[in-house]
Structures are given as structure tokens and as C-alpha cells.
T-cell receptor, first 107, second 117 residues
Framework: GQNIDQPTEMTATEGAIVQINCTYQ??????LFWYQQHAGEAPTFLSY????GLEEKGRFSSFLSRSKGYSYLLLKELQMKDSASYLC????????FGAGTTVTVRA | EAQVTQNPRYLITVTGKKLTVTCSQN?????MSWYRQDPGLGLRQIYY???????DKGDVPEGYKVSRKEKRNFPLILESPSPNQTSLYFC????????????????FGDGTRLSIL
């Protein structure tokens, strides 16, 4: 089975940086995904890591350490529209999701 | 436009009345999956399909059925719905399931909110 943990909630100020951590224990590993989900909407793909290290995509970066079973999503220069849930998902033979981290951006 | 389409978007029904939620994708994806999303529990996989005529149970398959007779369609069937199946349901698809180009993300439909009284 899989166990994927991430914090339930985080709050940050507009313009700041927030780091969302994800730890996982899986029987195999074939990649880690981060998705963004606004309230009442479908999840949308943000990033993918399969090798150790940092992947940068504009204001969003994602890091992976396979030996530690650890990833984080870094959101820089926060904007109000970044208020959403962020889902960590790990793939072994199937894709399993964490419960999500709700990020609230305050002015 | 590449998309995953679910219908209906909203449904209120009663216990025991069979219902089907349709899912269709136009991206020629091999892999399709159904999830339910409940507060505090995140997305949990109900069933998935690696290709036509190939379906497998996910984490919470009890009370659900699926079929994959065509590549584009993956309906979710509740033969005898019960109140504990009240939830937000998402259908998703990706080019492949595992291995190969496994960096392919899943594309999600807009969701179906089911209320079973």
C-alpha cells in the first residue's frame, strides 16, 4: 500500500513564499506529481519529478528526494489566485493521492 | 479541444435507484480512472482501466462497477446507490498508466457531485 502525508492547511501573505511538504511510503516508485485544485474544480497538473533534485517552472518549483521519500512544492511571489488545495500524488503501479494541503493567501 | 467530459455534473437521487455517470475523453488515452473525493480523505481511486476491456479495482471499489468497451468511454455504474456514496466524483485519463512515458499527467473531468438520499 501507499502512505502519503502532507499538511492540512497553510496560510501565507501575498508576495511571500510557501513550501508544501509531502512524505510518502510506497512499495515502488515511478514518479511524483503535484496538482492544484481550486474549490469545486478539477485538479490541474503542476509538476512531475522522477529523479532527485529540483524542477523549476516559473513561480512554482518541486523537489524530490527518493531516498528520503520526500518532496516539496515551492510557491514563490504568492498571488491571491494561488489560494487552492495542492495535491501530492505518487505513482507506483497506480497513482495515489495525499489528502491535499489547502493554501490561503492573504492580502 | 482536448478534454475529459463527465455527465451529469450534479445529481440528487434516492437509495437503491441505479445510476450511471458517463465519462468520455477525446485524447486517445489508454488509461482511465475514477476517483471519489471526500473532505479530509482526498482523492481515492475507485476503478481504473489500462486499456479497452481491461479494468481493475482501486482502493474503494465496493458498490461500484465500470466497463471499458471503447477506448474513449469509461462509465461508472452504481447498481444500488447508498447514502455513503454521496461524494464528488472525478474521471481522469492519461496517455499511459505506468511505465513507458509515465510522466504523462492525468487529465481530469470537471467532476460529478452525487447526493444520495
Amino acid at each position: 500500500g501507499q502512505n502519503i502525508d502532507q499538511p492540512t492547511e497553510m496560510t501565507a501573505t501575498e508576495g511571500a513564499i510557501v513550501q508544501i511538504n509531502c512524505t510518502y511510503q510506497t512499495s515502488g516508485f515511478n514518479g511524483l506529481f503535484w496538482y492544484q485544485q481550486h474549490a469545486g474544480e478539477a485538479p490541474t497538473f503542476l509538476s512531475y519529478n522522477v529523479l532527485d533534485g529540483l524542477e523549476e517552472k516559473g513561480r512554482f518549483s518541486s523537489f524530490l528526494s527518493r531516498s528520503k521519500g520526500y518532496s516539496y512544492l515551492l510557491l514563490k511571489e504568492l498571488q491571491m489566485k494561488d489560494s487552492a488545495s495542492y495535491l501530492c500524488a505518487v505513482r507506483d503501479y497506480k497513482l495515489s493521492f495525499g489528502a491535499g494541503t489547502t493554501v490561503t493567501v492573504r492580502a | 479541444e482536448a478534454q475529459v467530459t463527465q455527465n451529469p455534473r450534479y445529481l440528487i437521487t434516492v437509495t437503491g435507484k441505479k445510476l450511471t455517470v458517463t465519462c468520455s475523453q477525446n485524447m486517445n488515452h489508454e488509461y482511465m480512472s475514477w476517483y471519489r473525493q471526500d473532505p479530509g480523505l482526498g482523492l481515492r481511486q475507485i476503478y481504473y482501466s489500462m486499456n479497452v476491456e481491461v479494468t481493475d479495482k482501486g482502493d474503494v471499489p465496493e458498490g461500484y462497477k465500470v466497463s471499458r468497451k471503447e477506448k474513449r468511454n469509461f462509465p461508472l455504474i452504481l447498481e444500488s446507490p447508498s447514502p455513503n456514496q454521496t461524494s464528488l466524483y472525478f474521471c481522469a485519463s492519461s496517455l499511459y498508466g505506468t511505465g513507458g512515458d509515465s510522466n504523462q499527467p492525468q487529465h481530469f473531468g470537471d467532476g460529478t457531485r452525487l447526493s444520495i438520499l
